[in-house]
């Protein structure tokens, strides 16, 4: 099994629907969740980073922890073509010194006007 | 603007020849990071270093070198070992305790002709 699994899509939505982006993983002493954004031909950007289990929100984007699930999600409201990207989530066990994160494949995510 | 700058942007290399690809970063981030990208492989770990004069192999190192003589460079020399170059590469750098995830640069398309 591997440490993180990501569904690869490709997902293809309509504009303006909620986009519901997922990863699961085996290691349960990862505390520490982010999702990268990339755009076509370029590096990842930092989208989302949480700490522990919970929710956290940035707009339109929400993040959701479940530590005892092993389950992280990212939700997109109102979704925008501008959106339309690969979607890598990414997880560590420490913040600490020299932590070393863990990546998804990614999910292809397109937002269709 | 801080960031990390890969170079070139592009790059070709005949069957039999070493390549170097650039990458400088101005975060004063003691970790530096090598990945490779192939369409539904994610991110694959080349080299890392976490400190200068230090650098430890990935889960893919064969065919590949580093060097990290300068906190702000981590250039990567693919060889002619390197049986399948042709791929997108990714330069990431970290602080080494942190709460922010990675920093990426923009790639590099590595093409063999």
């Known amino acids: 099994q591997k440490e993180v699994e990501q569904d690869p899509g490709p997902l293809s939505v309509p504009e303006g629907a909620i986009v519901s982006l997922n990863c699961t993983y085996s290691n349960s002493a990862f505390q520490y969740f982010m999702w990268y954004r990339q755009y076509s031909r370029k590096g990842p950007e930092l989208l989302m980073y949480?700490?522990?289990?919970g929710n956290k929100e940035d707009g339109r984007f929400t993040a959701q922890v479940d530590k005892s699930s092993k389950y992280i999600s990212l939700f997109i409201r109102d979704s925008q073509p501008s959106d339309s990207a690969t979607y890598l989530c990414a997880m560590s066990e420490s913040g600490g010194s020299n932590y070393k994160l863990t990546f998804g494949k990614g999910t292809l995510l397109t937002v269709n006007p | 603007d801080g960031g990390i700058t890969q170079s070139p942007k592009y790059l070709f290399r005949k069957e039999g020849q070493n390549v170097t690809l650039s990458c400088e970063q101005n975060?004063?981030?003691?970790?530096m990071y090598w990945y490779r990208q192939d369409p539904g492989q994610g991110l694959r770990l080349i080299y890392y270093?976490?400190?200068?004069?230090?650098?430890q192999k990935g889960d893919i190192a064969e065919g590949y070198s580093v060097s990290r003589e300068k906190k702000e460079s981590f250039p990567l020399t693919v060889t002619s070992a390197q049986k399948n170059p042709t791929a997108f590469y990714l330069c990431?750098?970290?602080?080494?305790?942190?709460?922010?995830?990675?920093?990426f640069g923009s790639g590099t398309r590595l093409t063999v002709v």
């Open positions: 949480t700490y522990s289990s």
């Open positions: 975060l004063n981030h003691d970790a």
């Open positions: 990431a750098s970290s602080a080494r305790v942190s709460n922010y995830g990675y920093t």
């Open positions: 270093s976490q400190i200068v004069n230090d650098f």
